[in-house]
């Protein structure tokens, strides 16, 4: 079993920073990618950001140029920088990390944009 545990969210007025951070833990062998979704109220979870063990990152339209997503493998960790801040991008960030053929994914952060 993995675990995932993310920090860093919370309030935050329009245009200010915030970085989250996510610490995986258990049986980690063949990681393919970690990333980050979220999910806003009333609506579906949606990919923010991912970065593969092989290849590219890759982001969601609405982030890039303002999120960054980095890894640190020795740690198992991944982050998200995310910068100029939009009442939008309020929503439950979660991490998932994809490894073999299964999904884990965290229990959320919130992070809430005021305008």
């Known amino acids: 079993q993995v675990q995932l545990v993310e920090s860093g969210g919370g309030l935050v007025q329009a245009g200010g920073s915030l970085r989250l951070s996510c610490a995986a833990s258990g049986s980690i062998f063949r990681v393919n990618a970690m990333g980050w979704y979220r999910q806003a109220p009333g609506k579906q979870r949606e990919l923010v950001a991912k970065i593969p063990t092989v290849g590219s990152t890759n982001y969601a339209d609405s982030v890039k140029g303002r999120f960054t997503i980095s890894r640190d493998n020795a740690k198992n960790t991944v982050y998200l920088q995310m910068n100029s801040l939009k009442p939008e991008d309020t929503a439950v960030y979660y991490c998932?990390?994809?490894?073999?053929?299964?999904?884990?994914w965290g229990k959320g952060t919130l992070v809430t944009v005021s305008s």
């Open positions: 998932n990390l994809a490894q073999w053929v299964m999904d884990y």
